[in-house]
């Protein structure tokens, strides 16, 4: 039984400028910073050696996506539950190189308090197996599943504020998610959001990406649409700002049937997509202006929003969220 990450991706060829090279290069070193990690799994204060798929106990199905499914599993050692990502492995290039980003960045971030928890990476001959603490709901479902209507504004804030954190954070680890939307934002009964799923995170490299792995097309800036592969955080700066539009109107600004090349045409060529006077206080409302921006050199940076009296406001405000999230998750 192989349970070792070989890395197979990466061509014997010589290295070159390009940013093509220069990626393949941060993948290889992420490789060989991982590879001696995986199959220890920490938790209770402890740490466990050698762990196999065999050490966890199937609970139930949790979800799916487009890059793996996550099951609970129990591990049996401590009885503790962990939410499980499985990723299988076809031998594709590009699918191998975000398995590597996805276990490198979660493992180099998860202390973080709005970044999930990861346990440990378990693999298992062609499948590895991403071990992180459970959480009870995801943004999206919250906005589309139980309420609907939108978020009130009060708790809006309060978690605009900790997906922020969790942003300029990875952004001080030199990365940027780029797959920015509700889905991969999780919340937990304690009232606190947590991002996830960093499978095409970019590392930033004199401030800029050099690669150009996208993420969904409902959320994708207006100029990641264009033909470069070189743009940096703002990008993911519009992804937040479309969103808190959802999360205030219980809608995407672009509507959810859209797909394809009409999707992509009202992003670029559409006005920005902007909250009215009836619909937020006018902090909110210029805090998404300020992220909806459509030229990327008037956006908004972390910097600016991370200093707007929004965030100042809600980062001091005493917001009760761990009791709203209770009665929602009960009621539903």
């Known amino acids: 039984m192989n349970r070792n990450l070989e890395l197979n991706f990466l061509p014997n060829r010589k290295r070159d400028a390009s940013p093509q090279a220069r990626q393949e290069t941060i993948t290889e070193q ?34 799916s996506g487009a890059f793996g499914q996550v ?42 308090p709005n970044i999930v928890n990861c346990y440990g990476i378990i693999t298992h001959e062609n499948s590895v197996y991403i071990c992180m603490e459970v959480m009870p709901t995801c943004l999206h479902d919250l906005i589309h599943e139980n309420l609907k209507s939108g978020i009130e504004e009060i708790y809006v804030g309060k978690l605009i504020v900790g997906i922020l954190d969790g942003l300029i954070y990875l952004k001080s680890k030199n990365y940027m998610h780029r797959d920015v ?52 955080s703002r990008s993911d700066v519009w992804s937040l700002g479309i969103t808190i539009y959802e999360m205030v109107k219980g809608t995407h600004p672009y509507g959810e049937e859209n797909t394809g090349f009409e999707l992509l045409a009202k992003i670029k060529e559409g006005p920005a997509p902007y909250l009215k006077i009836n619909e937020a206080s006018n902090e909110l409302r210029q805090f998404v202006g300020r992220c909806l921006e459509k030229n990327v050199e008037k956006r908004a940076k972390y910097k600016e929003l991370e200093e707007h009296p929004l965030i100042q406001t809600f980062r001091g405000r005493n917001v009760d969220v761990a009791s709203w999230i209770q009665e929602l998750l009960v009621e539903f």
Not at 49 to 63: A, H, K, Q
Not at 75 to 86: D, G, N, Q, R
């Open 181 to 232: 939307k509700p889905s991969n934002m999780l919340i937990n009964y304690d009232g606190v959001i947590k991002l996830c799923d960093f499978g095409i995170t970019g590392q930033l490299i004199d401030s800029k990406i050099i690669s150009n792995g996208k993420g969904c097309l409902l959320y994708l800036a207006p100029e990641r649409i264009e033909s470069v592969t070189t743009y940096d």
């Open 30 to 63: 992420r490789y060989n910073e991982i590879k001696n990690k995986l199959n220890i799994i920490k938790t209770s204060g402890q740490e466990f050696y050698n762990v196999s798929i065999d050490d966890m106990e199937y609970v139930r199905n949790l979800g």
């Open 71 to 112: 099951t609970q599993q129990k591990f049996k050692k401590t009885k503790e539950l962990m939410a499980v990502k499985c990723m299988h492995r076809s031998g594709d290039e590009e699918e191998e190189k975000r398995i590597i980003t996805d276990c490198f960045v979660i493992l180099d971030t998860h202390t973080h």
